[in-house]
């Protein structure tokens, strides 16, 4: 067995006993590398497979490879399409291509035009063939007639050019010169027909490449790389009908192919419009259009471009989409800045004109009237919904006959430039500022109520318009606090919420109030509104508006909630845009702008005003104003001293909760310490004077020696300023 095993190294040859003493070996270093096993040399079948490999893969070997497969089947392709073209011009193929397409898209009346057209060429086709019968003998006889005709003429013109020479050898001089020219032309055939006859199948495959080169007749992966991604790539109707075929609807699919033209005859014109092209596709019959909608993005990827650079709406005629197709990443690109910053000698009519808000997706500029219209825009939170609505008031405010009264229950003064302009200015988060707001909109439940009683008595009398703008209006919606009230008896008891949905909440009872019959006499809510929902924009509300706008939202139920199911049955999708991305794009369902005829919804790319452009608009509707002094607060009681009774209502008791301080206030001053007082605003009370309150056993308490040290802290620092 030994013998059969093969050593790939060689073993070190056993040492030689010694006869002397012996002595041990050296040590090697520690220095020294171990001795290493030597490689095994690769075979030369393995070298050479990389070396291929390499080669094959090669990116410009590649391309060599897919150019050369590319132009070779351009060829075959050409082939194809002039033999195709060949038959149906010697054939009724292409009549009866036409006249399938057409009973395809159910147009009978097309269909029998096509089938008439196709019996005409047939009769035709039939006299040309019978006329071939009889071609030979006519043949013969034309040409016969024809040379001794020409014999003649030539014979004659002789005659006159020997009389007129004097010379009788001239009678055949035409005659021979014309012999002359057909030698000339046969010597010439003879020297060329040879190369002719050589170059004609060159000429020939080159006539077919460039019918398959410009048709692009070749398989995807031998086309150029720009080809292949399709970038950019413009739209064509062979493209868009490739585009549905692929779609992935069985029936559609079945319909084209039955269509002799492949499917040209579903589609109107293509039309150039703004950043993109728009066309009408007509669907067979058994394709709904809700089929199409639901297959966006795929419609979208099978056209080469994003899903937001695709949109499907239903026009008037049936069994119709309407496609509307970006140029690739036009819709990053920004649009340019509001007329409203750019021309500092606009003005605003209520009645008559249209804010300029944006720009459609066909580049058309979006205006619109806010002439008797409530409005509600809504959309995710820093999506441009505040900026949106902002730009419509700052339009509305060149008017100097309208009023504002505005809430702003963000608070973080991105409506404070309209200070001087607006009557009523609120601005915050707090339950404090949700009750302001929610009594500015009683308020105008009132001035509303009291148009309508002059109006009944005066029906030619006229308002100054009266827009009442509640911004985040989803806070009011959301409020906990509850009305208060005393009882005969004396107890302070808990009443109507100022939020929620039901009848009982007072915010939503009064939108609904001027939602019934505000318009009629210029009263106009507005309001904007984060991600829609039942509780935080309950359903009468959003559907009392007449203008309804929608930034990016999360689910189309939400799209449904904030535009109504009619625009986004009719294509509006909101819920398609991207977050981030689609900054300031809104989706408008309204009669107050211009739409395409049959459309229910528009897609606008607003206008951003920033906050120091937007503070120079809004200077110059100061200056069209006659000194309007805004109100920051719904007015109160400032006679009282609220420290001074907070001290007085704890008596000598060392603490009390502060629920039970509320009531004792309310009962010392209802009109002060009303509905406006709840525990944020007595905590921030105390905390404007160094104190506040603090929780013993779980509960909120308010100590009477802390509120005591704030009395006597507030009356040092009065005395010092005095002193001072």
Avoid at 218 to 225: E, T
Avoid at 443 to 448: F, P, S, Y
Avoid at 468 to 488: G, L, N, R
Avoid at 623 to 628: D, H, I, M
């Amino acid at each position: 067995m030994s013998e059969n095993v093969v050593r790939l190294f060689k073993e070190p040859n056993p040492p030689e006993p010694a006869s002397g003493p012996q002595t041990p070996p050296p040590v090697a270093p520690a220095t020294e590398k171990p001795t290493t096993l030597a490689a095994v040399p690769v075979p030369l079948w393995v070298r050479s497979g990389r070396v291929v490999r390499a080669t094959v893969t090669h990116p410009h070997v590649t391309a060599a490879l897919r150019g050369g497969a590319r132009h070779s089947l351009y060829v075959a392709g050409g082939a194809r399409i002039v033999t195709r073209r060949v038959w149906e011009s010697r054939t009724t193929a292409r009549y009866e291509r036409m006249m399938r397409a057409a009973e395809a898209a159910g147009n009978t009346e097309l269909a029998a035009e096509w089938e008439e057209r196709g019996q005409r060429f047939r009769d035709a086709r039939h006299r040309r063939r019978m006329d071939l019968l009889t071609a030979p003998a006519d043949a013969a006889r034309g040409l016969a007639i024809g040379t001794g005709m020409s014999i003649g003429a030539l014979v004659a013109l002789g005659v006159v050019l020997a009389i007129a020479n004097k010379d009788a050898a001239d009678v055949v001089t035409p005659l021979m010169a014309v012999v002359k020219l057909i030698k000339l032309l046969i010597t010439i055939v003879t020297v060329v027909w040879g190369p002719l006859v050589t170059l004609a199948p060159f000429l020939a495959l080159l006539g077919l490449w460039a019918v398959g080169a410009h048709q692009k007749a070749a398989p995807q992966w031998a086309l150029p790389a720009s080809v292949r991604d399709g970038e950019g790539e413009p739209i064509t109707p062979s493209i868009v009908v490739k585009a549905l075929r692929d779609l992935g609807v069985a029936t559609l699919r079945n319909a084209i192919k039955e269509m002799g033209d492949a499917g040209a005859s579903m589609l109107g014109p293509i039309r150039i419009a703004g950043c993109g092209v728009e066309v009408d596709v007509t669907l067979p019959s058994g394709v709904s259009t809700n089929e199409i909608q639901g297959r966006r993005r795929k419609l979208a990827e099978n056209l080469s471009r994003h899903e937001h650079e695709v949109f499907i709406t239903i026009p008037p005629a049936a069994r119709t989409v309407r496609l509307w197709i970006a140029d690739s990443g036009a819709l990053d690109e920004p649009i340019g800045p509001s007329p409203l910053v750019m021309d500092e000698t606009m003005t605003a009519d209520y009645k008559k004109g249209k804010a300029p808000w944006g720009e459609d997706l066909r580049g058309d500029a979006a205006e619109l009237s806010v002439y008797q219209r409530h409005l509600l825009i809504t959309g995710r939170s820093n999506q441009g919904k505040t900026a949106a609505l902002r730009a419509l008031a700052l339009w509305l405010a060149l008017d100097r006959s309208v009023q504002f009264w505005i809430a702003d229950l963000k608070g973080v003064g991105d409506w404070s430039m309209f200070e001087g302009i607006a009557d009523v200015l609120i601005e915050g988060p707090s339950d404090d500022h949700v009750i302001q707001a929610t009594e500015m909109v009683e308020a105008a439940v009132e001035e509303m109520n009291r148009r309508i009683e002059v109006r009944r008595t005066d029906p030619a009398a006229t308002f100054p318009p009266l827009i009442v703008t509640v911004d985040e209006a989803q806070v009011a919606f959301m409020c906990p606090a509850k009305t208060t009230y005393v009882t005969e008896k004396g107890q302070v008891k808990s009443g109507a919420p100022y939020g929620g949905s039901k009848a009982d909440s007072r915010y939503f009872m009064a939108a609904r109030k001027v939602h019934n019959q505000g318009r009629a006499v210029d009263v106009l809510l507005w309001q904007g509104t984060q991600d829609p929902t039942d509780q935080n924009l309950p359903k009468l509300v959003r559907e009392g508006a007449h203008t309804r706008a929608s930034l990016v939202l999360g689910t189309e139920s939400q799209a449904r909630m904030a535009l109504g199911d009619k625009a986004v049955d009719d294509g509006a999708a909101p819920h398609m845009l991207r977050q981030g991305l689609d900054r300031g794009t809104l989706v408008v369902a309204t009669d107050g702008i211009t739409m395409p005829p049959g459309q229910s919804s528009l897609t606008v790319r607003t206008h951003f005003i920033d906050d120091d452009p937007a503070a120079e608009v809004a200077a110059r509707a100061r200056a069209l104003r006659e000194g309007v002094t805004t109100l920051r607060v719904i007015e109160q009681d400032e006679t009282r001293d609220a420290l001074a009774d907070v001290a007085a209502v704890l008596r000598d008791e060392p603490k009390l909760r502060t629920n039970e301080v509320l009531k004792r206030l309310h009962a010392l001053a209802p009109e002060t310490y009303g509905d406006q007082w709840t525990n944020d605003r007595l905590k921030r009370l105390l905390e404007e004077h160094g104190e506040e309150p603090k929780k013993s056993h779980g509960v909120m308490v308010l100590h009477r020696d802390h509120v005591l040290r704030a009395l006597a802290r507030r009356d040092e620092d009065g005395s010092a300023s005095a002193a001072g």
